[in-house]
């Protein structure tokens, strides 16, 4: 799931259920809770839209499916917006096919049900009475002033895209002047086996140029040798 929506549980007609795959993952809201989210102690109590970075160092470093968090295994799924695709580099896990088909239909952002970032992220924190729960030492991040403000703008254009396990390499990108330091997905040398939209981006005229979509066309008029059919 992505980073930063705009906390918004699906209505019960637009609930997917959990997967067999997904028996036994803890929920909140009707759904299920991704394992890199942030989260109080009992998990069904997530802090949603906010990532957990010891989590998430762990499921690059582990090649561990974001979602449910076993191992990545022969087809990866990666979300993906245009301009991770002109970075090369993209910044959230992959996902196994399964846990993918239950992230597009439950995301509010993936699922195209809203259309802006939360206008008011930092507002999700909240103490527990657990002792022994970690929200007594969370704290709200600074943004590297490199970074684009996300908060409140209209939601980027979203992809779906498949890779081989051997072509998912974690790297780590230092950023430059204009852009903030990164680790995620290489898509420079991946090969993308299968590119798809799954949401339109909102109406911005500031959205750069979406490369995603003229490769989705030069490979329907032109294919791609290298392409799993």
């Not at 007609?13 to 394992?35: E, F, I, K, N």
């Not at 009992?42 to 802090?47: A, C, I, K, Q, T």
């Not at 245009?82 to 399964?98: I, N, S």
């Not at 002033?145 to 779906?160: K, S, V």
Request: aromatic letters at 6%.
């Amino acid at each position: 799931m992505t980073d930063s929506p705009t906390p918004h549980p699906p209505t019960a007609s637009d609930r997917a259920p959990a997967l067999a795959y997904l028996a036994g993952a803890p929920t909140a809201q009707g759904m299920v809770v991704p394992h890199i989210t942030l989260a109080h102690r009992d998990r069904s109590r997530p802090v949603w839209g906010k990532l957990d970075p010891a989590i998430l160092s762990e499921t690059f470093r582990d090649r561990l499916c974001q979602i449910c968090g076993q191992r990545l295994y022969d087809r990866v799924v990666i979300y993906i917006r245009p301009v991770d695709y002109l970075r090369g580099l993209a910044v959230e896990p992959g996902v196994h096919p399964q846990c993918g088909y239950y992230s597009r239909r439950v995301c509010p952002m993936l699922a195209g049900r809203i259309h802006r970032y939360n206008p008011n992220p930092g507002e999700r924190f909240s103490r527990c009475t657990d002792p022994a729960c970690r929200c007594a030492v969370w704290t709200v991040p600074e943004r590297d002033p490199r970074e684009p403000a996300r908060e409140g703008q209209p939601a980027e254009a979203w992809y779906e895209a498949w890779m081989p396990l051997s072509d998912y390499i974690i790297v780590s990108d230092p950023g430059d002047d204009t852009t903030p330091p990164a680790i995620g997905v290489d898509l420079r040398n991946a090969r993308l086996l299968k590119v798809r939209k799954i949401r339109d981006a909102a109406p911005n005229p500031d959205q750069p140029a979406d490369l995603l979509a003229a490769l989705i066309l030069g490979r329907a008029l032109f294919g791609d040798p290298g392409e799993s059919r």
